[in-house]
């Protein structure tokens, strides 16, 4: 929806420095931006990028040091007025499924809330429930006795096992898989014979899952992603972990059973972490480090098997220089050598 | 179902030592059993939670040396007993769809068995068959000619290509794809022509697949899972690969093209094996080993490339030291010098 | 359907060396091809196969240096041969859906190509579009404005979200997700604020996709994968990625976000590339490389943090004498204290 640049400045509270009458149709990052197109720089230590960009207006945070010849929207907070804006410009970006199809199936006793839209073929089962605007896309399957909180957006091809529970504002990607069997055997004679997995999952407010996750219900009590923790991609959450609040899992990262993770604990990416283990609030993990013990808040760690990064770091320089060293002890032999004669 | 504790005992066959009055209504871990539900222990070298646990009493194994003031059931095999009693106690806890939804589609000619379940949208190409009491959720597809023993549960938006054998008593959880093209190519001038991967998929009985599990069908031939084997979610089988029976495969782990896996051989999370190796019976892996050469029977592997666990411990507590061995060297080095002089 | 030697001989403009009578019903790999099958080798160095194959026919390469005692097909390039001669020995070997199902549900404004097949339960939202010939099987979801192109074929179980845009003889296997979220957060006291993902992702012709890969939108403007690339399971493209053409990404590796792979790169399998790189044309990486800082063309990298190859087998050697080496430097340490005194 067209909007003047005024307007927008008027409708998210900010501050306009420059001529607002310029018509926005679209928004755009500030390299690829056109006319017609507002951007955003989150921070002002980007604000160089205003200089270059053909956007018709960028909003911007209020510590901007240097003026421009180019209209600007001063907010407190740019990321929150950009989904705001995106909301009034490109209300239909998102065709999110409207209503109840006719070709859902949903059980008797089901408890489906308010204003909630189900897209073709859902399957809700007996029990479970559904909060107020929360909406579910093609070919969700959502198991016995399973909660899902309000205003979520479940994408197409989703399975949520029984007796999950699943809280507000949850957004969960395509192919995810929550509720599915720990993996958990007892090796009698060389057979494994299977542990039935009798727990369930918690999905707090405001998590974020990425496509194709998997989160294993708990052998007993409960698999737990703390509220406001974001998972990306193709990432492994095992049986009877509890993920504390805030936590960002970049993609491919694994983490084994029953490990307890801390608040706003950060893994790069094809990170894993092994089993039992406790990892402190505010730990930060470069990508492929593999975690085998527990390690205390705020540490950052990175290499297989991971150490402090400084450790880590010191150790790759060395590693770097082996092959020298090599021929430097070689050389200090044949010195001794010759000395002892 | 309520059941007391006595009955329970008499129905695994246990022996009771207490009161058997207790009236179970559930199951739970030791650690968070409370009033009214029965907990486990598998080994007696647990047996010190039996002090501490609130549970209304627990299956124990019959070499317990202690005596304890709460109800024991004693047992061969407490795990085998678990399993019994959930059926009897949590008759209702995995509501398995019953019966055929009048919305599944199934070619004419496919050959479905006695009290198989077929949840909504299942579909079941020509020339399919479905062994009895075998279980599909629905979005379930069944490829042409695929067959599919009994007393098997597929769970939800399981992807299951043509001309796949399955045995009996086969799990696979949701997401999971079998039969899905192998990674070949011929390469021509620097652009890849797909080589056609006409063989197939055989899953033998009693194997368990994970969530979001990749399979892919052989370039001839066939891929094999032997009986027994259990893989974890998210893991990659390529194209012509055998993995032998009662094989562990943890979440994340990949092995390549036309590898050779024996019996009993289990990785860790995240392990890679390269392709037309040879691993031996009953091969450890640790997590994250990258496997890039063949190894024999009860080889105990780890690190990256992989090393027998004992020269690769040694390795890593050699590079843990590193940083000080460049010190001493340059230590030597100083000594020297000053020797010479 | 079967055929005579002679006759597929001619069907693919082959010289056939030998009896020519023999009834061909199937196709199979050298080793394990029987009477009645036709079996292929790619190039002469793989002629010794040809002593021991019980094929009843072998097509070979031109350049074959023996005779020998079974009938040939000489031809320019016989992976081609295989591809044609499986058409028509093998006719209905995947069993494609055809036609239009009654229960998709495409929306009234998208616009179907000829000869299209759409599969039970497929979903084609509005303004999307199918080229002509392109095949989606069963529970496919089609976003709002995608377009498909031509000669696609879409297999079970695959989302492809609003506003992807894929080309011509684009295969995706099933369980994957094209078109999913980026992951993009701006972190507020401790919390993480979702940034909106508004780009799209397009996928260029004769492009690859394996079973449960994951390839998300851009934030602004587009992911891409460039013609020609071949991409293995469970793979992981982050927001913003470029790869160029005629890559080969191997099963299990990850890309992170706006990194840009150049043409005829080939990575191996669980390889990780960190964000904002620059991977030149036709790099090489071994299986498990974590790429953490940018490589020129033509480099062939190994290891973790990733080295050019030789470096990194310099490195690896050395850490195998590394536990030797501390032997050596406390043998110079004793024989200095000695000389010392």
């Given at each position: 929806m067209q909007k003047k640049l005024k307007d927008i400045a008027k409708f998210i509270n900010g501050e306009l420095v420059g001529n607002g009458e310029a018509l926005i149709n679209g928004i755009n990052g500030i390299n690829e931006a056109g006319k017609g197109e507002l951007a955003f720089i989150?921070?002002?230590?980007?604000?160089?990028l205003i200089g270059s960009t053909k956007a018709s207006g960028v909003v911007v945070p209020r510590d901007i040091k240097k003026s421009f010849n180019k209209p600007l929207i001063m907010v407190d907070n740019p990321s929150i007025a950009f989904s705001k804006i995106i909301n009034i410009?490109?209300?239909?970006r998102i065709p999110h499924p409207k209503g109840i199809h006719p070709s859902v199936i949903v059980a008797k006793n089901a408890d489906l809330g308010n204003n909630i839209a189900l897209g073709p073929y859902v399957i809700i089962e007996k029990g479970a429930s559904i909060g107020d605007n929360t909406i579910l896309y093609p070919f969700c399957y959502v198991g016995k006795n399973t909660k899902i909180g309000k205003n979520c957006v479940i994408y197409p091809n989703v399975t949520i096992r029984e007796e999950v529970l699943i809280g507000d504002r949850v957004i969960i990607h395509s192919g995810t898989v929550v509720?599915?069997?720990?993996?958990g055997y007892d090796t009698q004679n060389s057979t494994h014979v299977k542990i039935p997995q009798l727990g369930v999952v918690v999905i707090e407010d405001d998590v974020e899952l990425g496509a194709c996750v998997t989160i294993d219900r708990a052998r007993f009590s409960k698999t737990v992603i703390g509220k406001g923790t974001k998972i990306d991609n193709l990432v492994q959450i095992a049986h009877n972990v509890t993920l504390g609040p805030n936590c960002l899992i970049a993609a491919q990262s694994g983490i084994s059973g029953s490990t307890k993770v801390g608040r706003n604990v950060v893994l790069g990416g094809q990170v894993g972490i092994a089993d039992h283990l406790k990892i402190g609030d505010f730990v930060v993990a470069g990508a492929k480090t593999g975690i085998s013990k527990s390690f205390p808040a705020k540490t950052v760690l990175f290499w297989y098997p991971a150490k402090p990064v400084d450790k880590a770091r010191d150790i790759i320089a060395s590693i770097g220089l082996l092959p020298k060293l090599f021929e430097r002890v070689r050389a200090l032999e044949d010195k001794i050598k010759e000395l002892d004669k």
């Open positions: 989150l921070s002002s230590k980007y604000e160089d410009i490109l209300p239909d509720g599915s069997d720990g993996f």
